[in-house]
């Protein structure tokens, strides 16, 4: 059963404040349970970003820790649910490799690691359990003009968290 399947908020992406108060209206939105549901059925959470990057926004996003907020605030009942972050965004094939279009400015263009290096966290290079893992992280061409996009999924869930 899918319950509040689509949700938009508005963020102005040059106040960090701003993106604040929205990570804390995400969670608190992914921990409210529909009217009359089971408190078994598991919680999703999914962010989807297409030909969309916000440095800031996602290094918020990992950092403020939704996934913190969100279990920090869920309950026994309810229990943290699944994040799934996915984005499809411009980005270089390959370890130093050039940007050679003209749009979008490569400044708004993804590093080959950057997403992956985002989310492996330091800890996990150590060897101790992370919060994500990458569920996908691949390079493919896009169909008008050839350019590159990265296609990146990463999943955090309540079984990562250790207390």
Avoid at 56 to 71: A, C, P, T, Y
Avoid at 99 to 110: D, I, T
């Amino acid at each position: 059963r899918v319950g509040g399947c689509i949700e938009c908020m508005e963020i102005d992406l040059m106040n960090s404040e701003a993106q604040e108060t929205v990570l804390k209206e995400m969670a608190k939105r992914a921990l409210r349970r529909p009217a009359g549901s089971e408190t078994t059925e598991k919680r999703l959470l999914v962010i989807v970003a297409v030909r969309f990057w916000n440095r800031s926004l996602v290094e918020n996003f990992i950092s403020q820790g939704l996934k913190d907020l969100i279990h920090s605030h869920s309950t026994q009942d309810i229990g943290s649910p699944t994040i799934i972050f996915a984005i499809s965004q411009f980005g270089k094939p390959s370890l130093g490799a050039p940007w050679e279009f003209e749009h979008p400015k490569e400044k708004h263009v993804l590093e080959r690691t950057e997403l992956s290096n985002l989310f492996t966290p330091r800890d996990v290079e150590a060897g101790q359990s992370g919060t994500w893992q990458i569920l996908h992280d691949r390079v493919v061409a896009d169909s008008d003009h050839g350019r590159t996009l990265i296609q990146f999924v990463a999943e955090s869930s309540s079984r990562s968290y250790s207390n």
